[in-house]
């Protein structure tokens, strides 16, 4: 099995934070389709820690507001990532190189579609996570799925307004997909089916652990996410200062990233 750095599994944690089949729909659907109120604005902050360490080993706030969502990480703050979901686009900006990478929300779909159909046999999909059927305990109100030697539990909120779960549901499923585009992070697959029903019940995530195995050890990464229901002054002053760099980057390919 590969071994992945903690820079891969950053994005890995956040993506499990769960995409959604509203009233049965949102799985049918592309992304882009799966429509909120365009009114919702709340923070989402999102820690991350490697094993036991007290101190967090990434740091990101995940910004909604009216139908658009700003994931700003603190630590390791080069790159923003705007969804874009009223404009069917995801947006990449590099703070260090000033550019940005504007990628259709269609190909992420597309890319999704053939990277799972690719996996033709049985073994092939069990192995992908492509097969993995998420599990709920109602007494903990806790997700589960595994695949491999791999395994995500999430503790969840169910006190969230279900524009909100919806919002971030669709971010999640939108990161996932880009995640798999850029090749970083674990196999998306069974973390999207868990994404699904998740914001189907119309829940969002409090506490997340990745358990890898690595023969007869394992690593684990943990998340607390913490929803705030509003946006501060200063949330709206860093969506207003990556609007700038939106204007002002040179656009260049996904490829030119490094």
């Not at 550019?99 to 929300?105: A, G, V």
């Not at 971030?168 to 196999?187: C, E, H, K, M, T």
Request: aromatic letters at 8%.
């Amino acid at each position: 099995m590969m071994r992945f750095s903690m820079s891969f599994l950053t994005p890995v944690l956040l993506a499990v934070t769960f995409s959604g089949t509203i009233v049965g729909t949102f799985a049918a659907m592309p992304p882009a389709e799966a429509q909120t109120s365009g009114h919702t604005h709340f923070r989402v902050e999102t820690k991350i820690f490697e094993g036991k360490q007290a101190k967090p080993a990434a740091h990101h706030l995940i910004l909604f507001d009216s139908g658009l969502v700003y994931d700003v990480p603190v630590i390791d703050d080069r790159f923003v990532t705007i969804y874009d979901s009223p404009r069917s686009r995801v947006i990449l900006i590099d703070r260090v190189a000033k550019t940005r990478t504007t990628l259709t929300i269609d190909d992420l779909v597309r890319v999704t579609a053939q990277a799972k159909s690719a996996a033709e046999t049985r073994s092939q999909q069990e192995r992908l996570g492509i097969l993995a059927t998420p599990e709920f305990d109602a007494e903990t109100n806790t997700y589960r799925i595994s695949f491999e030697d791999t395994a995500y539990e999430t503790v969840v909120d169910d006190s969230v307004a279900l524009d909100s779960a919806i919002a971030y549901g669709q971010f999640a499923d939108l990161a996932s997909r880009l995640n798999l585009v850029r090749r970083i992070g674990l196999p998306p697959f069974a973390r999207m089916s868990l994404n699904q029903r998740i914001a189907a019940d119309g829940k969002m995530p409090k506490e997340t652990t990745l358990s890898i195995r690595r023969g007869i050890a394992t690593d684990r990464f943990h998340a607390k996410h913490e929803v705030i229901k509003q946006l501060s002054q200063k949330d709206l002053k860093q969506i207003e200062e990556i609007g700038s760099m939106l204007a002002l980057y040179r656009e260049v390919p996904l490829d030119q990233i490094k």
